[in-house]
């Protein structure tokens, strides 16, 4: 077969050529294939060489050089949609997997970056994951999460309203809150007197 450049996964199986002769009717062909390495892993040259002998040792011989690349980048799966979520709910990063034309082992790799927001726990959180073969081709996805505070804090511990005389005013209560982002509320009371 004549000279081909294919992909890494497109590499052909060795042909079987014949060879005829002016006097042997059954010419012997040995097959006989070399590799030569290239940049990485899954590009590299086959040179294919057939080699017909006769009964009195004439030989011929011819080749094939097949230049096998890959330009393939790897394929991901299991990126999550964008989402926009609550700050108590962001979710752990799942484990996104890759696959290649060539490469089985793909390596794949996690960047998280925040983007402030109005507030502390008002923010963009941007996961990008990048696959790479064993021949640097690679791939990128993302996932965009919105992440918004629009839950109240709860008060606990407020006293309920009392009818006392005015020798008996309590003390102001000190209420507990709890949120579901924010550790440290802020709490402050202000009293009011109606005549």
Known sequence: PANISVECDAVPSAALPTATDNCDTSVEIVYNQVKTD??????YILTRTWTATDNCNNTSTANQVITVEDK????????????????????NAPTVTAT???????????????????????????RTWTATDHCNN?????????VEDKTAPVLA?????V???????????????TDNCD???????????TS
């Open 72 to 91: 393939t980048a790897p394929v991901l799966a299991g990126v999550p949609a964008n989402i926009t979520v609550e700050c108590s709910a962001l979710p």
């Open 183 to 193: 550790v440290n509320v802020d709490v402050r009371m202000v009293e009011v007197r």
């Open 38 to 43: 290239g940049n990485c892993a899954d590009s």
């Open 157 to 161: 511990g407020v006293p309920a309203n």
């Open 138 to 146: 690679t791939s990128t996805a993302n996932q965009v999460i919105t």
């Open 100 to 126: 290649d034309n060539c490469d089985a082992n793909v390596d794949v790799r996690m960047v998280e970056v925040r983007t402030s927001g109005s507030c502390p726990d008002s923010y963009i959180s941007t």
């Open 163 to 177: 009818t006392v005389e005015c020798s008996a005013l309590p003390n102001a209560a000190t209420p507990t809150v």
